[in-house]
């Protein structure tokens, strides 16, 4: 805007990747592990083009994965601050000219660091060197240097940020959007994206073509020798270019309309990239609410893209897009649930269907989101208006309502509140508000959420019982029931490189499941248990490492108790990357709530809590769940016995006494 306000020319349609992008290197990127979205493709030609060493602020490791597959053809080195060898083997690269990837960055760097980061390179006697501390070391031209760092929002000082280029490669919702729509057409419609990639190369070739031309050309033009009119060669060279860059520039039309088609058919499944996105959003924002509730990307996408697979098939776009969405969002509840405390379980359906009707309905404001959150700020009780029931209405009450008076849907809640005080009267007093609708008409006038925030003011202690009907009534019943605690689907779901993380509470004790579970397996004998504390690190090494190769299962208990070997835990699972670890082989990890439990491992861990039942109910669930199909039908099996159906009624109405026995008992 500012260019045009000065009549300064500017190309509407500017892009970094259509000026510094090469379409064939961008898509081996992609290749290589870089998101195909316009932002992870403009960083990823910042990182390669831009003179001074990259720091990637990478929360979600995109970069890292990216930097480690593009290099490793050049033997890239990875290093850690953290490691005593790390300056000898960056000499040493140096020397070489090998790539060096410097990742898990805080926010200070090793002064050490200083000259590479620097570029401190001189010659001498022909040769390029660089001092590090007191030596001066050989520097190969071929020699690259990547640092990354997983804090999502890091405050580097200047005298570092003069010296790097900062690529935030934090995924935004619009740039995970573009990436998961990629992920739903190559899975729904493959041969529409590997026509786009052929496209996109075709192009780059032909613009490529035309280039060479034009400088054919220029050349040809500039070493002429006298009148241009009587060089044949000349004439004839134009004469063949002027056909050949015609039909070069038909087909670039035709590229371009075929390729603006293809974009047009995608984006009718953007709608499923976009409810990807935002639950992902969702479940990273759970680790604010517990250090253990980390999920990864790569977590997400995987269960994002095998979602994609259950839904059921139609060939209609539209129902196909709907089943997906809706797979999908059931899926993501479903396996995040399972490793959230019974507290944070109604939390978590609360912001899915939240966000849905923000993102997606945009049925709720920012500023009703925000007074949700808050009851709009600070209330000075010197500064309230008169009280038209003092009776119910305390000055925090008044407060929030003034507050809320301001709002445009709730202008003249106060006055309301004057001329039908005995019916508010009536609808505050009630045991369950809830279930009642709101008087003075105000049942009409407000939405679903804009009545939530009402009964957040009026009576806050009953906001729980009303987002249960919030949710029931917007996303459906399945939201509001929680997934029953089952540790059978859970190791289908891992492998010898994804370990299962029990996060414990008071009373809880999974061992129990655990050994029932290896039972069945047939992996009693061969399940190995330490109790891990001091000094027993080593033991636990030696377990993990027997297990891997012989395919055991390997559980270590109470990890909050060994905060010091943790580091050591991660180094350990980290190297499993590269190792061949037995089939059968399962690591089972369990820990209290911790912030040094290592994040690398919750975000790759499939993670459970069993927390003892509450509730009558709750109670009874889990004694009904706990029985097998055997035990439960245990009369209905036996056909050669007699009376059969009659024991097997008396059976079942036994057990439920018992069971709600047990139940009482557990209560008290």
């Not at 480690?68 to 890239?76: D, P, Q, T």
């Not at 959007?177 to 992920?183: A, F, I, K, P, S």
């Not at 089943?323 to 609360?350: A, H, N, P, W």
């Amino acid at each position: 805007a500012s260019c045009r306000e000065y009549d300064i020319p500017v190309d509407p349609h500017f892009t970094l990747e259509r000026v510094l992008g090469d379409p064939p290197e961008v898509r081996q990127w992609n290749i290589q592990g870089l998101p195909a979205d316009p932002l992870s493709v403009e960083n990823g030609i910042i990182v390669t083009r831009g003179r001074r060493w990259p720091l990637m602020i990478d929360p979600q490791t995109q970069a890292n994965r990216w930097i480690r597959a593009m290099e490793k053809k050049n033997r890239i080195q990875v290093i850690k601050l953290t490691e005593s060898t790390y300056l000898r083997t960056l000499e040493n690269c140096i020397r070489v000219g090998n790539p060096v990837l410097l990742e898990n960055v805080e926010e200070n760097l090793d002064p050490a660091l200083e000259p590479v980061l620097s570029r401190q390179v001189f010659k001498q006697q022909g040769r390029l060197l660089i001092r590090l501390g007191d030596t001066d070391v050989d520097y190969s031209p071929d020699f690259r240097f990547y640092v990354t760092s997983k804090l999502p929002n890091p405050h580097y000082p200047p005298e570092i940020c003069v010296k790097v280029t900062v690529v935030n490669f934090t995924v935004t919702p619009k740039g995970l959007e573009d990436q998961l729509l990629v992920q739903v057409v190559a899975h729904e419609r493959p041969e529409l994206e590997e026509e786009k990639n052929n496209l996109v190369l075709q192009i780059a070739t032909g613009q490529k073509q035309l280039k060479d031309i034009e400088d054919k050309i220029l050349h040809m033009l500039a070493v002429s020798q006298g009148n241009i009119l009587d060089d044949t060669e000349l004439i004839e060279t134009l004469g063949a270019s002027k056909t050949t860059s015609v039909e070069i520039n038909s087909q670039l039309a035709q590229a371009s309309e075929t390729k603006t088609k293809i974009d047009t058919a995608c984006e009718g499944y953007r709608p499923v990239a976009k409810r990807g996105a935002l639950l992902y959003f969702v479940v990273a924002d759970l680790a604010g609410i517990d250090p253990m509730y980390q999920y990864s990307l790569q977590f997400f996408v995987k269960l994002f893209n095998s979602s994609m697979d259950r839904a059921a098939q139609s060939q209609e776009l539209g129902e196909r897009v709907e089943m997906m969405i809706r797979v999908i969002t059931e899926d993501v509840y479903t396996q995040v649930c399972r490793g959230l405390f019974e507290k944070d379980k109604k939390l978590f359906s609360f912001l899915i269907t939240v966000q849905i009707l923000r993102m997606e309905r945009q049925s709720i404001a920012d500023e009703e989101w925000s007074f949700f959150l808050t009851k709009g700020g600070f209330v000075d009780e010197n500064d309230l208006p008169p009280n038209p029931a003092e009776d119910f209405i305390g000055k925090s009450v008044l407060g929030g309502l003034r507050n809320l008076d301001a709002l445009g849907p709730f202008h003249g809640i106060l006055e309301s509140f004057r001329q039908e005080t005995e019916a508010w009267r009536e609808w505050c007093q009630n045991d369950s508000p809830q279930d009642l609708k709101l008087p003075a008409g105000w049942g009409d006038k407000l939405n679903a959420f804009q009545q939530l925030m009402l009964m957040r003011v009026l009576r806050d202690e009953k906001v729980v019982a009303a987002v249960t009907i919030f949710i029931l009534n917007n996303v459906g019943k399945f939201f509001v029931d929680v997934p029953a605690f089952d540790l059978a689907s859970s190791y289908k779901d891992s492998s010898p490189l994804i370990p299962i993380i029990f996060v414990l509470s008071t009373g809880a004790d999974p061992t129990l499941y655990l050994q029932n579970l290896a039972r069945d397996m047939g992996f009693f004998e061969r399940l190995k248990m330490i109790s891990l504390g001091q000094g027993q690190g080593p033991i636990a090494e030696s377990l993990i490492s027997m297990g891997r190769e012989g395919g055991d299962w390997v559980c270590l208990q109470n990890c909050h108790l060994a905060s010091s070997w943790m580091p050591e835990l991660e180094k350990l699972l980290e190297s499993h990357q590269s190792l061949k670890l037995h089939e059968e082989f399962r690591l089972w990890l369990t820990s209290m709530p911790s912030k040094v439990f290592p994040a690398s491992v919750l975000q790759s861990g499939i993670k459970l809590t069993n927390e003892p039942p509450k509730g009558l109910r709750a109670n009874l669930k889990r004694t009904y769940e706990d029985l097998t199909e055997e035990e439960f039908n245990y009369f209905d099996v036996k056909e050669e016995m007699e009376d059969r159906d009659n024991k097997s009624r008396a059976w079942k109405k036994l057990l439920f006494g018992l069971s709600f026995f047990h139940a009482s008992i557990q209560e008290r």
